[in-house]
Nanobody, 126 residues
Framework: QVQLVASGGGSVQAGDSLRLTCTAS????????VGWFRQAPGKEREFVAA????????SYTDSVKGRFFISRDNAKIPVYLQMNNLKPEDTAVYYC???????????????????WGQGTQVTVAS
């Protein structure tokens, strides 16, 4: 059974940076995609970024392009989300999620992910 743990959230000022970490246990398969999603109060969950198991494919939602960067360790897990120039609208609970398989298409669709972490709160003050 896969268990994901998201960590690294906190309360910061606008313009600051944070790095989120997604660790996983129970990975007994080779191919996967890890995605970061977020959910602000009163809003639907939205896609933030994703990375393939090889690290050669990444994707981002438009609002974070150029500010957020997803990467993975050489050992492939953990997966990091470096968040720079944070804005108040980035305030949300951030979740990491994992799906099995050697494909990257539709990585922005939360419904394609089978395993989810517990979330870490990111609060950005103006």
């Amino acid at each position: 059974q896969v268990q994901l743990v998201a960590s690294g959230g906190g309360s910061v000022q606008a313009g600051d940076s944070l790095r989120l970490t997604c660790t996983a246990s129970g990975l007994n398969f080779r191919f996967w995609t890890v995605g970061w999603f977020r959910q602000a109060p009163g809003k639907e969950r939205e896609f933030v970024a994703a990375i393939s198991w090889s690290g050669t494919e990444t994707s981002y939602t438009d609002s974070v392009k150029g500010r957020f960067f997803i990467s993975r360790d050489n050992a492939k897990i953990p997966v990091y989300l470096q968040m720079n120039n944070l804005k108040p609208e980035d305030t949300a609970v951030y979740y990491c999620a994992l799906r099995r398989g050697d494909y990257f298409i539709a990585s922005e669709r939360g419904s394609t992910y089978s395993d989810w972490g517990q979330g870490t709160q990111v609060t950005v003050a103006s």
